[in-house]
Nanobody
């Protein structure tokens, strides 16, 4: 069973920084992509940043130049460094992983963490 566990959320003042971390654990063959999404109250979940293995890194326009996503393939982790935070960055942030597992067959599925709250407020 694959699990994604996030950490690092909290309350920060506008202009401040936070670092989110996510670790994948369990039994799997490989990780094709890892990323971060967020969902603010009353809004749909949206992509923040995503890294595809051997492929491009994608950022939402609203976070370009402020957020940086990084992966450690050896540790199966993905981090999101968030700088110059704004009140509009307030949301629950979710870690996402596209992971290949073997049970009755080899299959690729999307997994989600439980979410971590980020609040930007003075």
């Amino acid at each position: 069973q694959v699990q994604l566990v996030e950490s690092g959320g909290g309350l920060v003042q506008p202009g401040g920084s936070l670092r989110l971390s996510c670790a994948a654990s369990g039994s799997f063959l490989s990780i094709n992509a890892m990323g971060w999404y967020r969902q603010a109250p009353g809004k749909e979940r949206e992509l923040v940043a995503r890294i595809i293995s051997g492929g491009p890194t994608t950022y939402a326009d609203s976070v370009k130049g402020r957020f940086t996503i990084s992966r450690d393939n050896a540790k199966n982790t993905v981090d999101l460094q968030m700088n110059s935070l704004k009140p509009e960055d307030t949301a629950v942030y979710y870690c996402e992983g596209v992971i290949v597992v073997r049970d009755s067959a080899i299959r690729m599925s999307e997994y989600w963490g439980q979410g971590t709250q980020v609040t930007v407020s003075s």
